[in-house]
């Protein structure tokens, strides 16, 4: 939504906001709203979706129930609030840029360091429920899916346009879908970006292999998430064909699952 909020959004937040002098649209394709709020009570960084049952509607009501135990590495939810037409969330605005994954960069041992106290986080009562389970369907078989299991909180969307950075300061953004699950696979997603962003497989392992939870995983667990992740990948992009990122993503999944010798 580019320029403004609509009418019934704006009377929604107004009671946290106060007035609302500026709008600034964010990017994001999970939410139907991502907006930057100036206002008389200060400024946050909107989040909002029409409030309608399925899984968009459960992410962010998971992004809101994590929330408390994921700060401050996560910025604080400041208000939420719904309606019968939308859900919407209001975090407090943080100043920064995203995170560089290209090799070289200097972000990248701030980005190792901030996986790691994401890593520290125990799982809270309220994620004993949300079972990992997204590439359950893309393993071989139950053994293989069994090595994505645990009990780790994972934060599930590694990606440098959620990874804030400001000076010695970092921050993971957008925790829409939280799991409990086996600890190696935020650090695997992060091998699989690191590829995205330039590296060959052997430098994204490297940097990969300097968080805590790669160095003490089953390296099968490691070869089972790089086939599934390939596959799945590889299903989204025969789903949307003209989403020409998800083939830049399968390229980056096959070279790892090449280098680790696995099977697509």
């Given at each position: 939504m580019?320029?403004?909020?609509?009418?019934?959004?704006?009377?929604?937040?107004?009671?946290?906001?106060?007035?609302?002098?500026a709008?600034?649209?964010?990017?994001?394709?999970?939410?139907?709203?991502?907006?930057?709020?100036?206002?008389?009570?200060?400024?946050?960084?909107?989040?909002?979706?029409?409030?309608?049952?399925?899984?968009?509607?459960?992410?962010?009501t998971?992004?809101?129930?994590?929330?408390?135990?994921?700060?401050?590495?996560?910025?604080?939810l400041?208000?939420?609030?719904?309606?019968?037409?939308?859900?919407?969330?209001?975090?407090?605005?943080?100043?920064?840029?995203?995170?560089d994954?290209?090799?070289?960069?200097?972000?990248?041992?701030?980005?190792?360091?901030?996986?790691?106290?994401?890593?520290?986080?125990?799982?809270?009562?309220?994620?004993?429920?949300?079972?990992?389970n997204?590439?359950?369907?893309?393993?071989?078989?139950?053994?293989?899916?069994?090595?994505?299991?645990?009990?780790?909180?994972?934060?599930?969307?590694?990606?440098?346009?959620?990874m804030?950075?400001?000076?010695?300061?970092?921050?993971?953004?957008?925790?829409?879908?939280?799991?409990?699950?086996?600890?190696?696979?935020?650090?695997?997603?992060?091998?699989?970006?690191?590829?995205?962003?330039?590296?060959s497989?052997?430098?994204?392992?490297?940097?990969?292999?300097?968080?805590?939870?790669?160095?003490?995983?089953?390296?099968?667990?490691?070869?089972?998430?790089?086939?599934?992740?390939?596959?799945?990948?590889q299903?989204?992009?025969?789903?949307?064909?003209?989403?020409?990122?998800?083939?830049?993503i399968?390229?980056?999944?096959?070279?790892?699952?090449?280098?680790?010798?696995?099977?697509?």
């Open positions: 580019a320029g403004d909020l609509t009418d019934d959004l704006r009377a929604l937040i107004q009671p946290h906001t106060g007035k609302i002098t709008v600034n649209p964010a990017g994001g394709n999970d939410s139907d709203v991502t907006a930057l709020i100036e206002s008389e009570n200060g400024s946050f960084f909107l989040k909002a979706m029409h409030n309608r049952p399925g899984g968009r509607r459960n992410s962010i998971r992004e809101r129930l994590i929330n408390p135990y994921v700060q401050p590495i996560s910025p604080p400041r208000w939420h609030t719904e309606n019968d037409d939308w859900i919407a969330l209001g975090f407090q605005a943080v100043t920064g840029r995203r995170a994954l290209r090799p070289g960069s200097p972000d990248l041992p701030v980005v190792v360091a901030l996986l790691n106290r994401i890593g520290e986080l125990p799982l809270p009562d309220v994620a004993q429920d949300w079972e990992e997204r590439w359950d369907r893309f393993c071989t078989d139950e053994a293989e899916a069994d090595l994505l299991k645990g009990n780790a909180l994972l934060y599930t969307d590694v990606h440098e346009s959620n804030i950075i400001q000076g010695n300061s970092a921050w993971a953004v957008d925790w829409s879908w939280p799991t409990r699950g086996a600890a190696v696979i935020d650090p695997a997603q992060l091998a699989v970006q690191l590829i995205v962003a330039g590296h497989a052997t430098s994204a392992e490297h940097w990969a292999a300097r968080c805590t939870a790669w160095e003490k995983a089953d390296p099968h667990a490691i070869d089972a998430f790089a086939a599934a992740a390939l596959r799945m990948h299903a989204r992009s025969e789903r949307f064909p003209d989403a020409k990122w998800l083939g830049t399968v390229a980056a999944a096959r070279t790892w699952a090449d280098h680790r010798g696995v099977p697509a």
